[in-house]
């Protein structure tokens, strides 16, 4: 039986249109601390998006698993992100 | 509990810390927009993942029906908070931009007046052209020196200063490359050139130009006018000099070939004079005229020495002495000028003695003729000058090595002496005491200047020390080289 909620698809809709606007403004955004830590923080959060809408199609408690897994990725590089970027680093902007 | 609420938990954790790093920092890292919607953002997060913690439980069921919408929120809060970054980050350089801008403006404010500064304290002219050859700056040292005002001279270009004779002024390599589309390569030239000035008169000057940049030359000019008047007189007077003294040196050359032919000349006949008065001498003659004929003779001899040493003198003004080093026995060439004027010493009734140091060796290399004559004149001249008392003549050896020894000769006497401003002058040409000597003792004042000239050129110098009437003594040393044996 095939779930798919409307909100998943919103949500990764937006999350495409984020890359986008990273993609577009990658020179300025490279200039953020870390900035390859912070991107992959988004793209593994961006999986897990994916991942949401997947899980309504095929495998779905495998696939859930994996959304979940990657949230709790992101949450960590973004934990390490924010101990680099704020706690380590002398001067950001 | 299963395996997703447990990765559920880890990410809670990882999210809360997140969190508390970032209130940790109090905005100090990033600007406070950026990290308000950072924070937000994390709150998010924190807040998802607690659900998902507490799904298992039930106790979120509640929520459960807004929040797939609330999730929504996410990636826009991402969004922003990228869009907060970029704002700032574009905020921050123009800032970083202006404040560098600023610093650079007041930067080139103190380099503008440091610039200033230099030029106008240099002591030489100064000026910038560009590769138009025109005037971009210049000093009031340059102003001064050619007339024109700082804005008429920025108005001209440097070929209306340049005296139109010159063609090899500092700028030619500029006008040429120039003319040929080149870059110019002179790093740095000095030339001396005439330049005009504003009323039409010209200063001498020496322009040294150094390239600044590829197309901006400085070149310093230093009025050397007067350095070039006295070049110039120098020059001229120099050249007057060099006139006069050759004129000297022929009319010189000419006197002592006059005086060496007008001596021979005039010895010949006096030989005949000389020789037939002696044969006169041993005639039948009454005693008045065997006096004569004794006065014809001494005046004969007389006139002959003086003769000699004006030969000899114009010989060495003509450079036609020359010093000939042979196998010489010194103590039978002192014996023999103490002999020669033995005679003479003792018809005034003047003791004459002789020393002769026994370790001086029998054969040394010297010039016999010419120590001969230094001897027998400085005893001449001791004969001459010493009334009463005594005249003595010593040779020693001073100093010796396995090659050559220095000998000292000195002729000493108690006759009149010589005044001590005197001592140095008898030594000049035709220069005697005072002319009352001339008077009393005749002679020409030319034995000593002869006497010092020869041993000057015996690499030796004659000393004298003597006492107003009490005597003189004449020395001078001598280094001789040693020989095997002396030649009959």
Known sequence: MIVIQESEIIKLIFGMGVLIYFFLNRKRLFELPYAKLFLTAYLVVLLGWILTVVEGFVYGDIINFFEHLCYTVNSILLCLWCYLAFIKRDDVQ | ?488
């Open chain 2, 1 to 488: 509990m299963n395996a997703v609420s447990v990765v559920d938990f880890i990410g809670l954790i990882a999210s809360i810390l997140a969190l508390v790093f970032l209130i940790k920092d109090r905005y100090k890292k990033m600007e406070k927009d950026t990290t308000i919607t950072l924070t937000i953002l994390l709150a998010l997060i924190v807040f998802y993942t607690s659900i998902n913690v507490l799904d298992w439980t039930g106790i979120t069921d509640f929520i459960d029906i807004y929040e797939d919408y609330v999730r929504i929120l996410e990636p826009i809060m991402w969004m922003f908070f990228l869009y907060a970054f970029l704002m700032n980050y574009q905020i921050s350089k123009t800032r970083e931009t202006e404040r560098s801008l600023r610093i650079n403006r007041e930067e080139l404010k103190k380099s503008e007046q440091r610039y200033r500064s230099y030029m106008e304290n240099a002591p030489v002219g100064i000026f910038i052209i560009d590769s138009n050859l025109h005037y971009l700056d210049v000093n009031s040292v340059a102003c001064q020196m050619t007339g024109y005002s700082r804005e008429e001279l920025l108005q001209m270009t440097i070929q209306d200063l340049l005296s139109l004779e010159i063609t090899d002024d500092p700028f030619a390599q500029l006008y040429q490359e120039r003319q040929t589309g080149n870059s110019p390569s002179v790093s740095s030239a000095q030339k001396e050139m005439p330049i005009f000035k504003k009323d039409g008169s010209e200063f001498y000057a020496l322009l040294r130009t150094v390239k600044l940049s590829r197309d901006t030359y400085m070149a310093f000019c230093l009025d050397i006018t007067k350095r070039k008047q006295m070049e110039k007189e120098l020059k001229l007077t120099n050249e007057n000099l060099t006139i006069e003294k050759k004129l000297a040196e022929a009319a010189n050359q000419a006197k002592s070939e006059f005086l060496a032919n007008m001596s021979h000349e005039l010895r010949t006949p006096l030989n005949g004079i000389l020789g037939f008065t002696n044969l006169l001498k041993d005639t039948e003659l009454s005693s008045e005229q065997q006096s004569y004929v004794e006065d014809v003779l001494f005046s004969s001899h007389n006139l002959l020495n003086i003769i000699e040493d004006i030969l000899d003198f114009s010989k060495i003004e003509a450079g036609a002495l020359v010093i000939e080093h042979t196998q010489t026995n010194i103590q039978t060439l002192v014996e023999n000028a103490y002999r020669m004027m033995r005679q003479k010493a003792e018809n005034k009734g003047l003791k004459i003695d002789l020393f002769v140091d026994d370790s001086i060796p029998t054969c040394v290399m010297s010039d016999p003729y010419h120590l001969s004559q230094v001897l027998v004149n400085l005893l001449s001249n001791a004969v001459k000058f010493t009334e009463k008392g005594s005249i003595s003549i010593h040779c020693q050896q001073i100093h010796s090595t396995s090659k050559d020894m220095t000998l000292k000769f000195a002729v000493s006497d108690t006759g009149i002496g010589i005044k001590d401003d005197m001592q140095t002058k008898i030594f000049e040409y035709f220069t005697q005491a005072d002319s009352s000597i001339t008077r009393k003792y005749g002679g020409t004042g030319l034995g000593l200047t002869i006497v010092d000239k020869i041993l000057k050129m015996m690499q030796s110098q004659i000393i004298v020390d003597s006492e107003l009437n009490k005597g003189s003594t004449f020395s001078f040393e001598l280094v001789v080289q040693r020989c095997e044996k002396v030649n009959p």
